[in-house]
Structure formats: structure tokens, C-alpha cells
């Protein structure tokens, strides 16, 4: 199923049908479902039984092998530790992992490249005909992901598609694609949902305070979604009671009570809260915290405007080295003793 806010790029989209493009790029903000999208599009593509409005039936063989994950006229390339997250199985490449025996898993962290390895399978798969003699489709996301040697040898199957393959590429940042695997797609943007639209669809799955995670969420709602089951909402929450108090905010119980978290993510925090503040100084709106707007009001009319460049200018260059193993609790401590002089 696609969500409520995509009835209408469903809709759009089927015009495309008598003329369907072999390479389509479904790009727009991160998390608003682009990839559930893409996959419900592939089974519309596959179903032998389709709707007139495109829709898959649900029932036919195709539909049953696509759900069940095992349709031999379709891959889904994704980064591993993408794969891992989705519960998204990569076909042949994880019975061969698991082959291996788990020991190599646990020594390396699952990339987040989609690697030359995956696309090589990917031409064996395309240059093979149609096991149903319908379409063969491969979706791939994001495709932000594919490091330089896998987007090369991809392109090269983008400029001379075989017939009847499909592509279905999402993006969220589409300007890190490569301007030539760009040109060789069909672009289809996909807006943000209406906050209305979210805020119901929020509600509806028992989300509390939907407008303000939404908000926090840069208005993408399965991003709020992720928030309000996020387990450390707790520490966040307290963290930004420890950034509304300004120049009474305790460096060093920053540092203890966060050192456990991850550092990027304890930056994407603060990062958040300064963009904030720095809205509230050139009057413009709260744009992540709304709920927070009044404390905000007083830190901005309290901090020094020369000192907030250069702190931003801190936190970017931390952000920058965020994966390196460090001392997290010094690196709070030391973060958030340069936020409260801030406001010396
Ligand atoms: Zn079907």
C-alpha cells in the first residue's frame, strides 16, 4: 500500500503508462515513503492482474511471489545496513552471507554504500529475458548511495537499456547523483505531504504531539513517526529543557547523561536548536521546535550575535568527524560549555 499523501503522483503517474520511461527517479525529502512507493509501483508493474488505475491486484502469482519477496522479474538494490534496517532481503547476495557463517558479520558495521558488487549482480539479473515475459523491474535507494565505480558501471546499462527492464531509483539527495545517471532518468519529484495530511496520518497510528514532531521532523511524517517511538526521546527532551536554560545550562550533566548516545546524534540536536535560535534572531519562525518558540525568543535575545557563528562553526566541524571514536562525554561537555558562553 502507498500512503494517503501519494494518491495523486500514483495518479500522475499512470499517464506515463502507454509510454512508461525505463528509468524513473522518484526524488524528494527524506522520509516521506519514496521507497514504499517505489516498491508498490514495481508490484503494479509486475501484477498480471492489474487494476485500471495501475494498482496490483494482490492475488495473482506475481503479486503472491512479490510479497513473498521471491519474484524472479525483480531486485531491490539497497546498501546493506539499509537491507538490515528494512528487513529487505537481497536475494542470493544474503544466502551466500549466511553461508559464510555470522563470524564476519559481527567484525564490520553493514555498509552504507550500494558497492560495484551489487550492481555487477544486478546486469547478470537485466541481462537475462523475463521469466514471466512481462516487465523485469529493479528498484534502487537510494541511489545517493552508490559509490563512484557502481554508479559508472550502472550508467552504462542506463544509456542501453534492454528492453523491457525498468528502473525505479529514489533519491533523497538528488545532488549528490551523478549529473549523467541524472540525465538518463525520467526526474519525478515528490512533495512533502500538507502538514494536515500528516498530522491525521500521525494521529491515526497513536502518535501523541503529532504537529510538534512533525515540526521537528522538517514536516516528514514517518520521520516524526520514527521520533515518537524513538527510545531516547526522554534524553532529548531533557536535552532541550538543558538548551532552553541558556546560560544555566549544565555542561557537565550534558556530558554524563549523553555519553552514551551517539555523537551525530546528540549534534543533530543541537544543530536543530541553533537553526532555531538563529531563525528567532533574524525573525523568522521556529522551524524544528515551535513548541519550544517562547524559551527560544529568550536565549536569541540573550546570546551574542558574533559568538552564535562561530559556535555553529564548532558543532559543523564535529558533525565532520562525528564517525571517529572519541571521548563522547568530553566532546559534550566541551560543546555545550561553548553553547552557555554563548551567552556570557
Ligand atoms: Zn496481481
Redesign the pocket.
Request: glycine content about 6%; aromatic content about 6%.
Given at each position: 500500500m502507498i500512503y494517503p499523501w501519494q494518491a495523486d503522483d500514483w495518479n500522475r503517474l499512470q499517464q506515463l503508462r502507454d509510454h512508461w520511461p525505463h528509468a524513473l527517479l522518484l526524488h524528494g525529502q527524506a522520509g516521506i515513503g519514496k521507497l514504499r512507493f517505489a516498491q508498490h509501483l514495481a508490484?503494479g508493474l509486475?501484477?498480471?492482474?492489474?487494476r485500471d488505475n495501475g494498482e496490483?491486484?494482490?492475488?495473482?502469482?506475481?503479486?503472491?511471489w512479490?510479497t513473498q519477496g521471491n519474484h524472479p522479474d525483480y531486485r531491490i538494490v539497497v546498501p546493506e545496513a539499509l537491507a538490515a534496517e528494512a528487513g529487505i532481503g537481497n536475494g542470493a547476495d544474503e544466502k551466500a552471507e549466511k553461508a559464510d557463517g555470522d563470524e564476519g558479520k559481527k567484525t564490520r558495521a553493514p555498509s552504507k554504500e550500494i558497492k560495484i558488487e551489487q550492481i555487477r549482480g544486478l546486469l547478470d539479473f537485466v541481462g537475462v529475458g523475463s521469466h514471466r515475459g512481462g516487465a523485469r523491474v529493479v528498484v534502487l535507494a537510494p541511489a545517493e548511495a552508490l559509490n563512484i565505480a557502481a554508479a559508472n558501471a550502472l550508467l552504462k546499462t542506463l544509456e542501453e537499456p534492454p528492453a523491457g527492464v525498468v528502473f525505479l531509483m529514489v533519491s533523497a539527495r538528488i545532488d549528490r547523483l551523478l549529473p549523467t545517471i541524472i540525465s538518463r532518468c525520467r526526474q519525478w519529484p515528490m512533495s512533502l505531504p500538507a502538514p494536515q495530511v500528516s498530522t491525521q496520518w500521525l494521529a491515526a497510528q497513536g502518535v501523541a504531539e503529532a504537529p510538534a514532531l512533525l515540526a521537528e521532523a522538517g514536516g516528514a511524517p514517518l520521520t516524526a513517526l520514527a521520533l515518537a517511538s524513538d527510545e531516547n526521546r526522554t534524553l532529548r527532551d531533557w536535552t532541550l529543557k538543558q538548551l532552553a536554560a541558556g546560560p544555566e545550562c549544565d555542561a557537565f550533566a550534558c556530558g554524563e547523561a549523553l555519553q552514551k548516545l551517539p555523537v551525530p546524534l546528540v549534534l543533530g540536536w543541537l544543530q536543530r536548536w541553533m537553526y532555531d535560535l538563529l531563525a528567532q534572531r533574524t525573525a523568522g519562525a521556529p522551524r524544528y521546535f515551535p513548541q519550544a518558540s517562547a524559551a527560544l525568543t529568550r536565549c536569541a535575545s540573550q546570546a551574542d550575535a558574533s559568538a552564535f557563528a562561530r559556535f555553529m562553526r564548532a558543532v559543523t566541524r564535529q558533525r565532520a568527524v562525528e564517525n571517529h571514536p572519541l571521548n563522547a562525554r568530553l566532546v559534550f561537555e566541551e560543546l555545550f560549555l561553548g553553547y552557555r558562553e554563548l551567552f556570557a
Open positions: 508490484q509486475l501484477c498480471e492482474d492489474r496490483p491486484c494482490g492475488a495473482c502469482v506475481a503479486c503472491n512479490f
